[in-house]
Nanobody, 115 residues
Framework: VQLVESGGGLVQAGGSLRLSCEVS????????TAWFRRGTGEEPERVAS???????YYADSVKGRFTISRNNDKRTIYLQMNNLRPEDTDTYLC??????????WGQGTLVTVSS
């Protein structure tokens, strides 16, 4: 399984971007999907996710501004980012975790928000 992100770029504060993540395989498998960002810590920060049972999570810092979604066939995962702030500047990583399988990560797409 390969994940390819796109949609990053440079935007002014208050602007919007939509990130996309294409999953290489067509799958009916139940899978959790998520967007992380690298951050400055040892572990990437989970920004938003759709769990195995469909539950949705957002980090407090993005609630009300970001929306995660995916196509019904789970091959494309989106992150709509509105009202972007300079502190949202980071490399965003796509995450895909089918049930009973390993974690899969994309290479990342850079988002830069200017003030």
């Amino acid at each position: 399984v390969q994940l390819v992100e796109s949609g990053g770029g440079l935007v002014q504060a208050g602007g919007s971007l939509r990130l996309s993540c294409e999953v290489s395989e067509s799958t009916d498998r139940t899978a959790a999907t998520a967007w992380f960002r690298r951050g400055t810590g040892e572990e990437p920060e989970r920004v938003a996710s759709i769990g195995l049972n469909g539950d949705i999570y957002y980090a407090d810092s993005v609630k009300g501004r970001f929306t995660i979604s995916r196509n019904n066939d789970k091959r494309t995962i989106y992150l709509q980012m509105n009202n972007l702030r300079p502190e949202d500047t980071d490399t965003y990583l796509c995450f895909f975790k089918p049930l009973d399988d390993v974690d899969y990560w994309g290479q990342g797409t850079l988002v830069t928000v200017s003030s």
